[in-house]
């Protein structure tokens, strides 16, 4: 697509539930990125994808996160037995190279 | 590893007035990226400006522009000739050469008055 999609673009969870979280990428953007963004704050890296290579989970917060990236194309983002302190706006981003970051609209996570 | 540091987290500015947002950063890398994007409320990160550590000269995109200075890292944004669909919050991003995920400050508001 000509961007970045993400979806649901908002959700309300209960706490203790699972849930999914998807970013489809620019296609041919070899790497895709998560990002949490908690209110007033700034951008906090979770994990990193790049063509078939391994990813990097450095900045996953916690066992309960997982993502994975099927095809090299789309992405979801695994959150299990939420928390409320999970809630925060969670920005997807592709990149082609260094060129620059595109990012989607991100889905707003609200964990009640 | 990398930080980056927005220290004005609000800012204001007068329309058609021109304001310089802050950043320093702190990395062991030799060869980098720095960027500045912005974010209206409507939570769409846009990218601004792209600067190659590399590069001397300061980028420019329209009126917005860098400067750059290696040696202190530091690299503000000005903003010429403000407009209100110019308020937001901005972040200033670094990245590596390597292609690692960007490194972001904590951002700064900005606000454009009539």
């Known amino acids: 697509g000509a961007g970045v999609s993400q979806s649901p673009s908002n959700k309300v969870t209960e706490k203790g539930k699972d849930v999914e979280l998807r970013c489809d990428p620019i296609?041919?953007?070899?790497?895709l990125y998560w990002y949490r963004q908690s209110l007033g704050q700034g951008l906090e890296f979770l994990i990193y994808f790049q063509g078939n290579s391994a990813p990097d989970k450095s900045g996953l917060p916690s066992d309960r996160f997982s993502a994975e990236r099927t095809g090299g194309s789309v992405s979801t983002l695994t959150i299990q037995r939420t928390q409320q302190e999970d809630s925060a706006v969670y920005l997807c981003a592709s990149s082609l190279d260094t060129e620059g970051y595109t990012f989607g609209s991100g889905t707003r996570l609200t964990v009640v | 590893a990398q930080t980056v540091t927005q220290s004005q987290p609000e800012m204001s500015v007068q329309e058609a007035e021109t304001v310089t947002l802050s950043c320093t950063y702190d990395t062991s890398e030799s060869d980098y990226y720095l960027f500045w994007y912005k974010q209206p409320p409507s939570r769409q990160m846009i990218l601004v400006i792209r600067q190659e550590a590399y590069k001397q000269q300061n980028a420019t995109e329209n009126r917005f522009s860098v400067n750059f200075q290696k040696a202190a890292k530091s690299f503000s944004l000005k903003i010429s000739d403000s407009q209100l669909g110019d308020a937001a919050m901005y972040f200033c991003?670094?990245?590596?050469?390597?292609?690692?995920?960007?490194?972001f400050g904590k951002g700064t508001s900005l606000l454009v008055t009539p």
């Open positions: 991003a670094c990245d590596s050469n390597s292609g690692y995920a960007l490194n």
């Open positions: 296609s041919g953007h070899t790497a």
